[in-house]
């Protein structure tokens, strides 16, 4: 058996790391945090949601966010929104990195919502899957994805107090915002200090 460093470039790419060690996720877990990483895909997002639904069965204390997800899908967005809606315990969350597209509808969903001085948030339009099929189901699937996207303006405009009309502009338009910004826009209540 060869060694780690001592692969060949046809060899099976190795694992990924894990995002923390498993003796920190219980940390966490204890403390009541969360730690969203990364683009919010479908499995992360149902991992997301069931540590979320279990620390709001161990308790009504608020659960703690702390984001740093850019992009995403948005039925994955869905899955954590619909969850963090159902749940008894306030979720508040803090971006410590960047916070965009389709994941601002996570950051919305929160009761609270901080940043770090040096967080960034990036209104986008989240990215379109490419869908197959025939042109009716492509059709149906751009008609899905309107729906999600209308949802998600709704979203960010009832949490920040900001016109429809210019988080629609926003999103379209690219728009980035630092975390003094995202105060100013409505998005952030405060920014963390020591």
Avoid at 19 to 30: V, Y
Avoid at 47 to 64: C, V
């Amino acid at each position: 058996m060869r060694a780690r460093y001592d692969r060949r470039p046809d060899d099976e790419p190795p694992m990924p790391p894990a995002l923390h060690a498993p003796w920190l996720d219980e940390q966490l877990f204890g403390r009541r945090m969360v730690f969203l990483r990364g683009p919010i895909e479908p499995e992360m997002a149902s991992r997301t949601a069931a540590t979320l639904l279990a620390l709001d069965a161990a308790g009504a204390e608020p659960i703690s966010m702390h984001m740093s997800a850019e992009q995403g899908t948005l039925a994955a967005v869905w899955t954590l929104v619909d969850a963090i809606d159902s749940l008894q315990a306030p979720v508040h969350a803090t971006a410590v990195g960047e916070v965009s597209a389709a994941a601002l509808g996570v950051f919305c969903a929160a009761a609270r919502r901080s940043a770090f001085a040096h967080a960034r948030f990036r209104l986008a339009e989240p990215r379109v899957t490419s869908p197959g099929g025939n042109a009716d189901q492509v059709v149906a699937e751009a008609g899905r994805y309107l729906r999600d996207l209308e949802d998600l303006i709704l979203r960010i405009s009832g949490a920040t107090g900001q016109p429809r009309s210019r988080v629609e502009d926003d999103l379209q338009s690219g728009r980035f915002l630092t975390a003094q910004d995202a105060v100013e826009y409505g998005l952030v209540a405060e920014i963390v200090k020591r």
